[in-house]
């Protein structure tokens, strides 16, 4: 049964509504990043820039490595930015737009998030990279969504719960074993913790105290004994990606740019630097 208009919106040209992409503008390995002037420093190493489409906060470029095409996008701030990115892009590939029928054989995507990222723990300094294994959603997205967790993942869920006294229910998800074995073999390993805001929900206090005041703290110390499991940084897309990632069937790493850490209350002198040298090593990797 064919989609509606109103679930997917096209434009008058016949691309996805907010992305203003059409399918020959999606490679098979695809990397994203948050700020749309980021995009022009991925773009910049490519051999060639094909095209470049700008609508809103949605900056894309095509280009090709060498004979590997990629598109780089920037998707803006938030799980709710990543869950209007992640569903066009799947749209783009497996959904017929002529149709509006969802196509026989899906396409797996390779998708890599070059982001940026405080840490939690004293030893993970300050222009160092990390690749996160296990996502924690302290935002409301995945419940929207019917994802699916094994019993480390609800384990862990239930138990950072109890231990922060929460009014709802994380949800903790693992990215892609495939990417990260790919792309970070010379990063740190770490479990991201996803917030829905900068200031109270990363435990930043300007002229109103937030509900949990000592929320970094809590971040720093948390340890499940039962399952060997520490949080090492906090940011606000990762684990959007990763539940939808596993929902829609495509491979999904976060690799981190750590520019500041909140226990130590350090933050990089030169934060550009350490996302440009991030963004050299991803695209080596391809």
Not at 38 to 54: G, P
Not at 157 to 167: C, G, P, Q, V
């Amino acid at each position: 049964m064919p989609i509606s208009q109103t679930d997917l919106i096209l434009n008058p040209d016949g691309s996805i509504y907010h992305l203003n992409l059409l399918p020959e503008h999606i490679a098979e390995t695809i990397i994203t990043v948050g700020d749309p002037d980021r995009v022009a420093h991925v773009s910049d190493h490519f051999d060639v820039v094909d095209e470049k489409i700008h609508k809103r906060e949605f900056v894309t470029h095509v280009g090709y490595i060498r004979k590997k095409k990629v598109t780089v996008i920037s998707t803006g701030i938030g799980t709710d930015n990543i869950d209007i990115v992640l569903n066009e892009l799947d749209a783009l590939v497996n959904i017929d737009l002529n149709t509006r029928e969802p196509k026989p054989n899906t396409r797996k995507l390779n998708i890599i998030r070059i982001g940026t990222s405080g840490a939690l723990q004293e030893n993970i300094t300050v222009g160092s990279h990390l690749a996160t294994d296990y996502a924690v959603g302290f935002d409301n997205l995945m419940s929207f969504y019917p994802l699916e967790v094994d019993d480390f993942e609800a384990t862990l869920s239930n138990d950072i719960r109890e231990k922060f006294t929460l009014r709802f229910s994380p949800y903790v998800v693992r990215g892609s074993a495939l990417l990260r074995r790919q792309f970070g073999r010379q990063m740190i390993s770490g479990n991201t913790v996803t917030c829905p805001g900068f200031y109270g929900p990363q435990g930043r206090n300007l002229r109103k105290e937030g509900a949990f005041p000592n929320l970094v703290k809590q971040f720093q110390d948390y340890h499940s004994q039962i399952l060997d499991f520490r949080l090492t940084n906090f940011e606000m897309e990762t684990a959007g990606y990763y539940g939808l990632g596993r929902l829609l069937g495509h491979e999904i790493l976060s690799v981190n740019a750590i520019i500041a850490n909140r226990v130590k209350s350090e933050f990089a002198a030169d934060p550009h630097a350490v996302v440009d040298t991030l963004i050299k090593k991803v695209l080596e990797n391809i």
